[in-house]
């Protein structure tokens, strides 16, 4: 038995190989180019820092003893005791949606509380900005390159005041044992 091929079916695919070859020809010529592209930049609210980041050193992931010669970068809140900062991370907070799932004061919705001083990923300025930056398993979007850099630090200021300096975790123990009895 011998094979005889199809002329209709091999024009068909010289016919279909070419219309993807011209096409893409047409596209490469007039499809957008990455130099050409622009993407949507986010608002800048105030020159004070650069918008830069670079990886923050975290040494509790460290094993002891594990050798680096890299310098640790430090981030710092250049908005931290600005009660302009403040006030502008207050309202970022609601337009950002913030208070959907961290509560109106910051008490805590579908997404933990703000305001009680237990910090999942850490409290400092560097922590909470990198948790808004980088976003964190279970829920917590990553707001880095939607918004400026200097949105998140207003929003460190405003998040951190949440607590009014009180370490809830800790304020109301006594030291006795409490005895809970009945469901």
């Not at 020809?25 to 180019?33: A, N």
């Not at 608002?43 to 640790?72: A, L, M, N, Q, Y």
């Not at 950002?96 to 300025?125: E, F, K, Q, T, V």
């Amino acid at each position: 038995m011998t094979h005889q091929s199809n002329p209709i079916q091999g024009n068909i695919t010289r016919v279909t190989a070419g219309f993807f070859v011209v096409a893409s020809i047409i596209w490469w010529q007039t499809g957008p180019r990455d130099a050409d592209a622009k993407a949507p930049s986010a608002p800048v609210v105030s020159s004070r820092t650069t918008d830069t980041i670079r990886f923050v050193e975290h040494p509790e992931t460290f094993p002891i003893g594990w050798p680096t010669t890299d310098k640790p970068l430090v981030l710092e809140n250049p908005f931290e005791r600005d009660a302009k900062a403040l006030a502008t991370g207050a309202q970022l907070y609601i337009a950002y949606n913030c208070i959907d799932c961290h509560g109106a004061g910051g008490g805590g919705a579908m997404g933990p509380s703000l305001a009680d001083g237990r910090w999942h990923s850490g409290g400092r300025a560097d922590q909470v900005f990198e948790s808004i930056y980088q976003g964190r398993p279970a829920g917590m979007p990553a707001w880095g390159g939607r918004i400026a850099n200097d949105q998140i630090w207003m929003l460190v200021t405003y998040v951190r005041s949440l607590n009014g300096g009180r370490d809830l975790s800790t304020e109301n123990f006594t030291g006795r044992t409490v005895e809970r009895t009945g469901h």
